[in-house]
């Protein structure tokens, strides 16, 4: 099995590619529309459409603003380099840190938390490793 993609139902979905793309660094990787059942979609990725990487699928249900986030649902992990300087890079293009990049509570690794423009989390993991695999923010 492989893990593929995450999908998020938007409310307007230049917005939300707009953000992913500008303020969290992924590449739109492919869209569609399917008028006859009146939705939108659109892939995201920081792997450039290499399979081995997940993808971000965004959903746009034609004329639907808004959803209730639910509270089941937790957020999406990113891995970064450097959690301090991607949350200043995502503040610089208008992105939402909600919580400043620092040690996890109880523990050493470095996180800091995103909030997309749809209200999703997105959670930032320091990892050394991020920047060679082609995954998060650069």
Known sequence: ????HTMLRV???QRSIHFYTQVMGMQLLR???NPEYKYSLAFLGYGGGNP????LELTYNWGTESYDLGTAYGHIALGVPDAYAACEKIKQAGGKVTREAGPVKGGTTVIAFVED???YKIELIERQ??????GGLR
């Not at 490793?129 to 082609?134: K, N, T, V, Y």
């Open 31 to 33: 869209t569609s529309e």
């Open 117 to 119: 423009p749809d209200g």
């Open 11 to 13: 409310g307007d979905l």
């Open 1 to 4: 099995m492989q893990f593929l």
């Open 129 to 134: 490793d991020a920047q060679a695999s082609g």
């Open 52 to 55: 081995a990487q997940a993808e």
